[in-house]
């Protein structure tokens, strides 16, 4: 295929001469490979044969949905939990385990782990990445360390960024609504078939949850404003291999802190978030594929400042040391090969260097490194149009916590037409984070006046998961009905989790980590996407999840709503005018660290959208209102969300 | 370049002083463009000296037909003064008029593209209850506008068409012909699908549940639900044959069409997660050919 497509690029500008106004249409648009369609897995796989159940939020949804940022999206997964520490700080995670530092999702853009090699959470409203450059979300619910690693706990979350090619020109998108709410974006792309690049320069904010009414002494500030620069460059050479380089850097300012507030009195913090990437392949998609894929991440904050003087100590101020920068570099080589018509597979290794630099939360002024080795393999077995087997198994050696291996098997059987049942079985880990295993964090007040607040004793072992699913998938072209079922049984043992024990310090109390608690997580799930007339669609999403947890050191049981439901529904107006309703209802929960118990809350996003031609240029407006009536509380009492209303203009030069 | 020294001594070495030559122009020594040269020698048979050479190497004196194989070898040969016939396989139908050069009674091709009748037959025979067809166009595939319309008429499907100018405008054109429409027809067009947008937009019509009726192989390899395509080997054959009928009287060549022979190509994995339950690849074959009148 090389040297096909080699002799293709350079019969090409002869062709060219020749038809120039005819595009140049060659025997290459019958004879080259195309990519598959769907990436499940390390292998390419229809939602059919994948070993685990996937939910897609596609390029349409994104438009159609009333989000402003990303991690809202995931309201439309069955399961997942989308909540806000303050108004800058989101917090994802699935069925349980929701925490300001949400560490058990593996967050993955673009094939790049984008979790703080620090803290191991996301810092989603930082990621250098705009909403209208993202092509497609996979949302793998369930465990999925086999193929991904450690991290992967319990599901991973896989956004796909759009090919260059179909940016070209140039974009520009203005958002403004009340409660401060701003996005100037533009989007400037060119190229042709074998380059292409794009550039996105954004910038975003908002005042965070509503203070209106209340008394601003008694409310932390939680605005946010931050600015991106990213982009993409895709490259096609003669041989056929194919290069992309992505690259993108995002600052903020996040308001933190109140006025009355003694301990944590306002302050800005500012964030730095950036990535580069290369990733290399080359090959036959469908028989023998190379690829080679190496990025840098950085993941900081600065927020150094002092307390109010104290009485309780004196008058003396503290000194709250809590910048933070994290750096991961990355290389990994990956391997798909057909071994046979039926058998396919994909092996590869990956080396991972994580530097920390968080002397105030590590307690050391050098920067701390940790390395991660990686060997996977993964095979799936076709023994008949209606059995297919997965088999995965992943090996990491992290120099802080050992050596793990995660292993998962799949079965799927095609008992009809489009239905599948789905049964596997997995075993996962996560590694412990460098806070959870090196912490030494204090307020200082004077050299001898200190409350310490986290000391790792260290030595910890990673958290290990078993988990037990059967799915069903019903898929009917005729009805264009699909339902995607899954009943679920996950146990997670060696929880590391904080524990507060006696210190000679201040308050006589300092948090340390421990592996010890157990939760069980059982229950099932539901999505079912409709199309009743094509101008219609509807998606409702349903999960119970029971849990059960030993609750030593914190509320684990209660970590989690029981009942999570969305409906979304979009109908289109002749091919103009689009609109979309979508409504959740979430369960109660009390939330881990800073989490406090919430009551069961419904919210509902409304959105309207019409498509023009305004003076040679594709122009599109959308009214969007999110919550309308009444307010809602997420993770935190106070925290205040009330009617937003904001208005989206789009151009296309 | 060895592989054409090897066969042309192959070839000297045959006895053939009073054969017509028949010399092979490939625009690339192996993959697809070897395969059209083998089928074609075979079918060739004893009717002919055949010899074969690259893009750039001379053709023999005695050659009595130049055969290009791929659209660099027909634009060198059709598109040449030279009075010798000159046959072309491997090329798409789009442009050939324009390429042709010198007496064009003396230039015929082969073509790669399917007779819209036997990719509607084919919509037809997968989905029988479809009424609306999804076609997206661009600059070189509106040219067959009516030739789809015609064809539609005839197998009673209305056809909801968009025209894209560019890849640029292909993924909102394609959204919004799938949205309408209960399937789509690809039509080669090179500004219009890519390989680097083929994937998003199948991806697309895959979760808008909508099949695509691709127009190669590849193409239902990489997720549409199926397609009608002529191989390289079913090209070499059926003009192997009609360069032996012409050497037996060397009168006109014959007028340049779409081939005779043709493979279908389903993607089972897709037609499952569809929900479709289709018959065996035989079976669809013989219904489009039923449908099509043509004799088993």
């Known amino acids: ?653 | 370049m060895l592989a054409f020294a090897l066969i042309a001594m192959a070839m000297s070495a045959l006895p053939a002083h009073a054969r017509p030559v028949v010399h092979f122009v490939l625009s690339e020594p192996n993959g697809p463009y070897r395969e059209v040269f083998v089928a074609a020698r075979t079918a060739l048979g004893g009717d002919a000296t055949v010899s074969v050479g690259a893009l750039d190497d001379a053709v023999p004196e005695s050659a009595s037909a130049i055969v290009a194989v791929g659209t660099a070898a027909a634009a060198r040969w059709a598109g040449s003064d030279d009075p010798r016939a000159v046959f072309a396989t491997l090329v798409p139908s789009a442009g050939w008029q324009r390429l042709v050069r010198g007496d064009t009674t003396r230039r015929s091709a082969l073509f790669l593209d399917q007779p819209l009748t036997r990719q509607l037959a084919l919509v037809r025979v997968l989905l029988p209850p479809l009424r609306e067809l999804g076609v997206v166009y661009g600059p070189s595939s509106v040219a067959r506008r009516d030739a789809v319309l015609d064809a539609a008429d005839r197998f009673h499907l209305f056809i909801n068409a968009h025209h894209a100018t560019s890849s640029v405008d292909i993924d909102d054109a394609f959204l919004t012909v799938l949205r309408r429409s209960e399937a789509l027809l690809a039509l080669p067009d090179s500004a219009v699908f890519t390989r680097f947008n083929v994937q998003s937009l199948l991806l697309t019509s895959f979760r808008l549940r909508r099949p695509v009726i691709g127009f190669s192989e590849s193409w239902v390899r990489a997720g549409a639900l199926a397609a009608v395509h002529t191989t390289p080997a079913q090209l070499g054959a059926e003009l192997g044959a009609e360069i032996a009928t012409w050497l037996s009287d060397r009168g006109p060549l014959p007028a340049s069409r779409t081939p005779m022979r043709y493979t279908l190509s389903v993607n089972r994995q897709v037609a499952f997660s569809l929900g479709l339950n289709l018959a065996p690849d035989a079976v669809l074959q013989q219904r489009i050919r039923a449908l099509l009148g043509e004799h088993p």
């Open chain 1, 1 to 653: 295929m090389h040297r096909l497509l080699l002799g293709m690029a350079a019969t090409l500008p002869l062709c060219a001469a020749v038809m120039a106004d005819e595009g140049t249409l060659t025997e290459a648009e019958w004879l080259d490979d195309l990519p598959v369609v769907l990436a499940g897995s390390r292998l390419d796989q229809t939602v059919a044969d994948a070993p685990v159940a996937i939910s897609v939020i596609d390029r349409e949804m994104i438009e159609a949905s009333g989000a402003r940022e990303i991690q809202e999206l995931f309201r439309l997964v069955p399961g997942m939990i989308v909540a806000h520490d303050n108004g800058h700080h989101a917090i994802v995670s699935y069925h349980a385990l929701a925490d300001p530092y949400s560490r058990r999702m593996l967050v993955l853009i673009d094939g790049r782990a984008a979790y703080s090699p620090v803290i191991s959470h996301t810092n989603w409203t930082m990621l250098p990445l705009a909403l209208e450059d993202i092509e497609r979300i996979e949302v793998i619910r369930g465990s999925n360390a086999a193929a991904f690693g450690a991290n992967a706990l319990l599901g991973v979350i896989s956004i796909t960024t759009r090919r260059p090619h179909l940016a070209d020109g140039f974009t520009t998108r203005t958002t403004i609504g009340n409660n401060g709410i701003y996005r100037q974006s533009a989007t400037l792309g060119g190229g042709r078939d074998t380059f292409a690049w794009r550039l996105t320069t954004q910038a975003l904010g908002d005042h965070g949850y509503d203070t209106s009414g209340r008394d601003l002494a008694t409310v932390d500030q939680d605005d946010k404003d931050t600015v991106l620069l990213s982009g993409r460059a895709d490259w096609q050479t003669r041989r056929g291999a194919r290069w992309e380089l992505h690259a993108g850097m995002a600052e903020g300012r996040r308001e933190h802190g109140g006025v009355n507030n003694r301990l944590r009195p306002e302050h800005d913090i500012t964030s730095s978030n950036g990535y580069a990437q290369l990733h290399w392949r080359s090959g036959d998609d469908a028989t023998d594929r190379h690829a080679v894929r190496a990025y840098w991440t950085l993941d900081s904050w600065d927020q150094t400042y002092l307390t109010q003087p104290m009485v309780e100590v004196g008058g003396l101020q503290g000194l709250w040391e809590l910048s933070v920068r994290g750096e991961r570099y990355e290389v990994e080589y990956q391997r798909t090969l057909a071994l046979r018509s039926n058998w396919r597979s994909a092996w590869g290794l990956a080396s991972r260097l994580d530097r920390m630099h968080a002397p105030g939360y590590l307690g050391r002024p050098d920067t701390l490194n940790n390395s991660l080795h990686r060997l996977f393999t993964h095979h799936e077995l076709r023994f008949s149009p209606e059995w297919v087997a997965n088999m995965g198994l992943m090996l990491e050696h992290d120099r802080a916590a050992g050596t793990e291996l995660s292993p998962r098997v799949a079965l799927n059987w095609g008992y009809l037409p489009g239905q599948v049942l789905r049964a596997s079985y997995s075993r996962a880990t996560r590694t412990p984070a460098i806070v959870e295993e090196n912490a030494d964090h204090e307020l200082r007040f004077s050299d001898s006046v200190i409350d310490q607040l986290l000391l790792s004793t260290g030595n910890l072992q990673a958290e290990r998961i078993r988990s037990r699913e059967l799915g069903w998938i019903y898929s009917s072209a005729v009805q264009d009905l699909t339902v995607d079922a899954r009943v679920f049984h996950d146990e997670i043992d060696r929880l590391i989790t904080y524990y507060f024990e006696p210190y000679p310090d201040l308050d006589g109390l300092v948090q340390n980590f421990r592996n010890f608690d157990q939760m069980t997580l059982k229950g099932f799930e539901v999505q079912a996407r409709w199309r009743p007339t094509p101008a219609l669609r509807l998606i409702g999403n349903y999960a119970y999840t029971d849990i059960w947890s030993t609750d030593t050191d914190e509320l684990y049981s209660e970590s989690g709503p029981r009942n999570i439901g969305s409906m979304f529904a979009e109908y289109r107006l002749g091919s103009r005018t689009f609109g979309s309703a979508t409504w959740y209802r979430f369960g109660e929960m009390h939330g881990l660290n800073t989490g406090t118990y919430v009551k069961r809350h419904e919210r509902v996003d409304l959105k309207i959208a019409r498509e023009f031609a305004l003076a040679g240029t594709a122009a599109r407006l959308s009214l969007t209102v999110q919550q309308p009536i009444g307010n809602l509380s997420d993770f935190r009492t106070r925290n205040d969300f009330r009617r937003r209303v904001f208005a989206d203009l789009r151009i296309r030069f």
